[in-house]
């Protein structure tokens, strides 16, 4: 069982950043153990791929819509994981998610079996 708790997202300026984190907290298992992902899910949208990365952390996953934007990381000693975002757009604004899969492509799908509350981010022009 994983617990995932997101940090709060919050409202930025075109142009501007915002990091998310993404904590595992009381865990059986250490975050190493997973494949990590973030996803969002804009109003009246489907739920989609952001980013992903492997166990080790050598291999990373983007969505083309925020590639060259967007880093996802990983701290396992803190059991935590990241996005870092840059140059938002407004078409960036939605509720994010981050998700966990002990199965790398697995995680990078809505069938990853652990998720965060989500967190909204918005992006005004």
């Known amino acids: 069982q994983v617990v995932l708790v997101e940090s709060e997202g919050g409202v930025v300026q075109t142009g501007g950043s915002l990091s998310l984190s993404c904590a595992a907290q009381?865990?059986?298992?250490?975050?190493?153990?997973?494949?990590l992902a973030w996803f969002r899910q804009a109003p009246g949208k489907e739920r989609e791929f952001v980013a992903a990365?492997?166990?080790?952390?050598?291999?990373?996953y983007y969505a083309n819509s925020v590639k060259g934007r967007f880093t996802i990381s990983r701290d396992n000693a803190e059991n935590t994981f990241y996005l870092q975002m840059n140059s938002l757009k407004p078409e960036d604004t939605a509720v994010y998610y981050c998700?966990?899969?002990?199965?790398?492509?697995?995680?990078?799908?809505?069938?990853?079996?652990?998720w965060g509350q989500g967190t909204q981010v918005s992006v005004f022009s």
């Open positions: 990365i492997s166990q080790s952390g050598a291999d990373t």
């Open positions: 009381n865990s059986g298992r250490r975050i190493g153990s997973y494949a």
């Open positions: 998700a966990a899969d002990s199965l790398t492509s697995v995680v990078r799908t809505t069938r990853a079996g652990y």
